[in-house]
């Protein structure tokens, strides 16, 4: 076998102290705002999962109400109970892949942290990937599956629709793309994760649709739980959120979920300027202000969609939100300028205006995107 020429050819030799081996299976849990449900999660993983090696990874977002000081309290007392506590970024996806990475166990699950999903099938999930499945999905729409106890009727629906979209484009071949609730090996994972989006929540549906080599995939039926406290933190911007991510997928990650939304939403723009410009002109502004109100409207429209949706996970709140609508003007105005300048020059080459107007707009939204992703929504 090759060695890799940055790890020494021996073993480390520990100085003192008894060396303690990773576990065999992390259980990685991504949490937001859920201190009361903390307790009766790692009380559930101890009943299940005994005579088996395992940890408790607890993901927290800085939750507000004590999320990270109910983990540590636990972990003092039981050194199978981690925290990873990350400050100023947002996302389910992002959390939980953050979890994997920090762990070595050879098998690691990701499992809700309000006890909708039940804990007692790990035992199975981890036995199937010991024997070799790279992948099982805890699904509440195989067999005896369900989850009508957990989900309103639009959201069962919702799930539904998004199930058959995910088959149809991207051909994912099993019941429920959208769990967040299953088990996979580390090689496997190891492979795909720097495919993956850490935006969003859609994460096994990203892993199904991102990894280079097929996984051998199966699926247990889950009982999709009533939350113990606490809400959902799941809002009708997943909607959005699911379809760029289908997007992104489906030109091969060459336009990222990111731009996806951001294009979206610019298109969404144009539409706000029409509006907006027909309603200035009827009520009697001379054509030029009407149209400058217009694209004003319609960019700080833009601004604050971009701010909740495309950047959700570095939402600009108080003082910076001010700033970053400015900054927000400004480089638009500059992509307006790129946008007539270019369609003005691919119009004089070749006389076709769609082909003009479809280049200036397509340079403006990059140019916009890029300048905006740097000076507006900067990553702190
Ligand atoms: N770290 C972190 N950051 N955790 C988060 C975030 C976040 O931004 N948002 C949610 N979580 C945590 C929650 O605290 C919870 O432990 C878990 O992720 C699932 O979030 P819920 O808010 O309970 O989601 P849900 O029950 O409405 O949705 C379930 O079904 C969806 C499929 O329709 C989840 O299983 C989703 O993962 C799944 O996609
Ligand atoms: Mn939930």
Known sequence: MMQDARLPEQPVQLSSGSARRSPELSVIVPTFNEAPNVELVVQALVASLRGIDWEVIFVDDDSSDGTTDAVRLIARRDGRVRCIRRIGRRGLA??????????????????????????????EMFRRLQAGDDLVIASRFC??????????RTRLSGSRVATR???MFL??????????????????????????STQGFKILMDILASTPQPLRTSEMPLHFRARQHG?????????????????????????????????????FG???????????????????????TAAYVAMTGNFFLNNVLTYRDRRLKGWRLLSGLASFWVVC???????????????????????????????????????????TWRAR
């Not at 005896?144 to 989900?151: E, K």
């Open 94 to 123: 992002g959390a939980s892949i953050e979890g994997m990475l920090s762990s070595s166990a050879p098998v690691i699950a990701i499992m809700d942290g309000d006890m909708q999903h039940d804990a007692s099938l790990l035992p």
């Open 143 to 152: 067999d005896s599956g369900s989850a009508a106890d957990g989900f309103s």
């Open 165 to 167: 979209l995910a088959r």
């Open 171 to 196: 051909h994912i071949d099993v019941s429920d793309p959208m769990s967040g609730f299953f088990a996979i090996r580390r090689p496997a994972f190891e492979a795909l994760a720097p495919r993956l």
């Open 231 to 267: 809400v959902s933190k799941l809002d009708n911007l997943v909607a959005a959120e699911f379809l760029s991510l289908l997007l992104a997928k489906l030109t091969g990650d060459a336009l990222s979920l990111r731009f996806v939304l951001f294009a979206l939403i610019g298109g």
């Open 270 to 292: 144009v539409v706000v300027h029409l509006v907006t410009l027909k309603i200035a002109l009827a009520s009697g502004l001379t054509f030029w202000l009407a149209q400058m």
């Open 333 to 375: 105005s500059i992509g307006v300028i790129a946008n007539v300048g270019v369609g003005q020059l691919v119009h004089e080459q070749a006389s076709r205006w769609w082909l003009a107007g479809l280049a200036g707009a397509g340079l403006g939204a990059v140019f916009n995107y890029v300048a905006t992703s740097i000076f």
